[in-house]
């Protein structure tokens, strides 16, 4: 909980609280014939008092209740701070009345005092009741900045590694490849690009958007590899309600590439099953499992992704010969 500040609403809300009790208490005392001086202090002594109660209070939990979480004290202090505000109450009402009235005993003014106070219970409870649920508004309003400003660094960490790598693989295309080739390579990359700046935006894509990215990605890996990595996509299941954070299949089609460099002519192999639950993105690795122990960069992108847009979280498993990732897909509720 974050430290109790008043602001100019809070300042306000307490202005037209007074106005009110202002109306209410000179309609009481013309009632009961109170005089004007009776009247005069009486209403100064309703303003100290309940300004006395909220900003010695707004100190008391600002200090011992939210910094110290001291709540033995706090209660102590707050029923002392209740009592000497209702006994200074007591005694300005003692000594403006006419005529003056018999002082009760200790116990009888314990129990006047606390009384006395209480009535000025409404204004804290409605000041610091609001206080509390602007806090609420505000720390909503500031986790989900800070959510949409983590899912845009995340989203952000593809681009720039991979166009890098793109531009290198048309420099080299050039100087042995074809013309339709180059083209068809380039297409492709403005294919991938073009829709990255559409989701850029975007939390979460459909299944069939997020497929279309990952064949796009796929030929130009395939293009810049030749047959050191093949890819398979089985379509058979897609469903089309489904969705799943935006570029999350790229990032686990990269993390392969980045993760597996083939070796003595062993091709990476992947498979991407999807069915009505998940996207499972099964890969070959070139490596020992003791090697592929550390998860990169990809990887925790990945599981935090999931964290900040669903319940859901991925699973990683790892065998011998194995890597599998599986993303599971999400369903938009209205």
Known sequence: ?????????????????????????????NVENYSLFEIWTGWI???????????????????????????????????????IIGFIDMLRDYYTANPRWKMPSFNIMLIQNFRRSADG??????????????????????????KELELRLLRSQFNPHFLYNSLNTIDALVDYSPKEKIKEYVSN???????????????????????????????????????????????????????????????????????????????????????????????TISKPKEANESFGTGLKSLKKRYELLSDKMIEIEESENEFVITLPLLKIVD
């Open 121 to 146: 219970f409404f204004l804290m409870g409605f000041v610091f009741g609001k206080n509390y649920y602007d806090n609420k508004i505000d720390n909503i309003e500031l986790k989900n900045t800070q």
């Open 189 to 283: 990359l403005a294919s991938l690009y073009r829709y990255l700046i559409k989701t850029n935006e975007e939390d979460i894509v459909s299944l069939e958007d997020e497929i279309v990215l990952a064949k796009n990605y796929i030929y130009l890996i395939e293009t810049r590899f030749e047959n050191d990595y093949q890819f398979s996509i089985q379509e058979e299941n897609v469903v089309t309600d489904k969705y799943l954070p935006s570029g999350v299949l790229l990032t686990a089609l990269e993390n392969i590439v980045k993760h597996n460099q083939p070796e003595n002519n062993r091709v990476i192999v992947t498979t991407i099953k999807i069915d009505n639950k998940d996207v499972k993105v099964i890969n």
């Open 45 to 83: 002594g309703m303003v100290v008092k309940n300004l006395a109660l909220i900003f010695v209070s707004k100190w008391l939990i600002n200090e011992f209740l939210i910094i110290k979480k001291s709540y033995i004290i706090f209660i102590l202090l707050g029923f002392f701070l209740v009592e």
């Open 1 to 29: 909980m974050n430290n109790i500040k008043f602001t100019k609403s809070d300042y306000k809300f307490i202005g037209i609280y007074f106005i009110g009790a202002t109306v209410w208490l000179l309609y009481r005392w």
